[in-house]
Every structure is written in structure tokens, then in C-alpha cells.
């Protein structure tokens, strides 16, 4: 009697591509937990492109391109420096800064922690008899992805390009509103 030959994937041998996932995964998991609890925001921002590009790199390693360039352009290219010339124009400050901490960390960690198990529950839920081929054809592709964003997910997608808007819109009106303030203070001090 011959042993029966698994055809599908083995758990205890992975490819190098899984080991590749994994060891990005938990470099973008490090940088994404530093962009978290610096208290230097600009180092935040910097940790950030971090993460957001270890998460493109994974899509690459799901053999989804259009994805992960879609990742880096808009993700690393365009929030992240919305949110530096954010911190710019609001003239955060540049080292450490105690108002980056309230005083919650335990609750914060809590809830962290929570959200996390709460989302891995669900995805692994999800795709647990999901295997992905990567040695057949491409999943990611343009049309496939394309179809599917403009189908179903137009009103999010159209919904953060607003978000996004209102937030440079909100960094430019705070930036004018100090600077006119400060210089009304100076032109009192000056008229006296």
C-alpha cells in the first residue's frame, strides 16, 4: 500500500517566497509599532514610509503589482507627504515632544491589542481554505483590480480623496490663523 501524496501546499515546508512574506511582515509589524510609540513626530512620519512600503513589498510577494504601486503612489508618494508638509505648516515641533503622549498608553495598548486579534480572527477566518498560486496566473492584475475598485468601492475611494482634501484644506487654514494671530500680537507690541 503506497502513502497517499498530498497535493496541496505543506504548512512545515514553506517556499522562499513565505519565508520572504514572513520576514517582511515582521519588519513592517517593527516599524509600524516604532511609528507608534516615538515621541518625535517627524520620526513618526519617517517610520510610517517605513511600514506603508514593506506593505507594497508584500503585494509584490502576492504577485499583485498594479497594488503595490498603487501603495507607493498614493500611500507613500502623496499621504505621507501630506502629513509632513502637515506637520510643517503647523509648525509641530521637530524633537521630542512631550504632547505626543496623553497618558493612555494601557487603554491604548488594550484596545491595540483587541483590534488585532479581533482582525487577524477575521481574516484568517476568511481565506482559511484559501490558497494562493503563485506559480499561475497573475490575481493582482490591472483589469481584475480595476474592475473591482471602480465597481464596488467607488464611493470610499471617492469619499478619502475628499478626506485627504479637507485635511490640506484644515493644515493650510490652522498655518494662516497662527500667522496671523502672531502677527497682529507683534504689530500691537509695536504700535506701544
Not at 515632544?97 to 477575521?122: E, H, K, T
Not at 470610499?156 to 494662516?176: H, T, Y
Request: aromatic content about 8%.
Amino acid at each position: 500500500m503506497a502513502a497517499a501524496a498530498t497535493t496541496g501546499p505543506g504548512f512545515l515546508s514553506p517556499t522562499g517566497v513565505e519565508i520572504a512574506f514572513v520576514l517582511v511582515g515582521l519588519a513592517t509589524l517593527g516599524a509600524a509599532l516604532v511609528t507608534v510609540t516615538t515621541k518625535q513626530l517627524v520620526h513618526a512620519a519617517l517610520w510610517l514610509v517605513v511600514a506603508l512600503g514593506g506593505i507594497a513589498v508584500e503585494y509584490l510577494l502576492l504577485t499583485a503589482e498594479f497594488i503595490a504601486w498603487v501603495q507607493v503612489l498614493i500611500y507613500l508618494g502623496s499621504v505621507v507627504v501630506l502629513l509632513l508638509f502637515g506637520l510643517m505648516l503647523t509648525k509641530a515641533p521637530i524633537g521630542r515632544s512631550p504632547d505626543a503622549d496623553s497618558g493612555n498608553r494601557w487603554i491604548a495598548l488594550g484596545v491595540a491589542v483587541v483590534a488585532a486579534v479581533s482582525l487577524v480572527w477575521v481574516v484568517v477566518d476568511a481565506f482559511r481554505t484559501t490558497w494562493i498560486d503563485l506559480d499561475g496566473p497573475v490575481q493582482g492584475s490591472t483589469k481584475v483590480s480595476g474592475e473591482i475598485l471602480f465597481q464596488h468601492w467607488v464611493l470610499p475611494f471617492e469619499a478619502l480623496s475628499v478626506l485627504l482634501l479637507a485635511a490640506l484644506i484644515g493644515a493650510i487654514v490652522l498655518s494662516r490663523r497662527t500667522d496671523s494671530a502672531e502677527d497682529a500680537d507683534a504689530s500691537d507690541k509695536g504700535q506701544r
